[in-house]
T-cell receptor, first 113, second 115 residues
């Protein structure tokens, strides 16, 4: 799969390939990062999160990588499926869930059958 | 299953009327909830922070008299769009942080169309 910055709105991948979605965050003080998936007409769905004291976290078919040096966050989806087609947003905040989130611009993932 | 609900999911109203949107945390208490607005093919824009027991905190540029927020209980926040106009048509989404897991969960959103 291709790695695409959030300034490009669409990522198209072949079903079964791995997808990599990148995000450059802006606030060096942010210590909590989340990836959300949003399907058309629905609210964002939590995928995976990571704290600033970690550089990698794995979930089911998904991995989040954090590089604090360059303020970069990525989401890797293994064996991409048609059901993964959606808009993906990274979000950041400081000091845990009660503080407000700042969202990235979002990228559309389109899975080709 | 869903942990945050919103009602209604869709509403169509006439210009000049007011519309109330409810956000509920279903199996946890939330002293803070957040309200977002989303235009087509754009990201979520935070409108305000709803605080149980105190006034809401509004983001810059959001009119507090236009978008009334009431955090009625530890599981319910409401957003009222007063004197709605066509430019208020949007997708409104709430979120609630679940402190036991330190994660924010989002509601399914409310599609408001003002004619």
């Amino acid at each position: 799969g291709e790695s695409v910055g959030l300034h490009l709105p669409t990522l198209s991948v072949q079903e079964g390939d791995n997808s990599i979605i990148n995000c450059a965050y802006s606030n060096s003080a942010s210590d909590y990062f989340i990836w959300y998936k949003q399907e058309s007409g629905k609210g964002p769905q939590f995928i995976i999160d990571i704290r600033s004291n970690m550089d990698k976290r794995q979930g089911q078919r998904v991995t989040v990588l954090l590089n604090k040096t360059v303020k970069h966050l990525s989401l890797q989806i293994a064996a991409t499926q048609p059901g993964d087609s959606a808009v993906y947003f990274c979000a950041e905040n400081i000091a845990g869930a009660n503080s407000k989130l700042t969202f990235g611009k979002g990228i559309t993932l389109s899975v080709r059958p | 299953g869903a942990v945050v609900s919103q009602h209604p999911s869709r509403v169509i109203c006439k210009s000049g009327t007011s519309v109330k949107i409810e956000c509920r945390s279903l199996d946890f208490q939330a002293t803070t909830m957040f309200w977002y607005r989303q235009f087509p093919k754009q990201s979520l824009m935070l409108m305000a922070t709803s605080n149980e027991g105190s006034k809401a905190t509004y983001e810059q540029g959001v009119e507090k008299d236009k978008f009334l927020i009431n955090h009625a209980s530890l599981t319910l926040s409401t957003l009222t769009v007063t004197s709605a106009h066509p430019e208020d048509s949007s997708f409104y989404i709430c979120s609630a942080p679940r402190t036991s897991t330190d994660t924010q969960y989002f509601g399914p959103g409310t599609r408001l169309t003002v004619l």
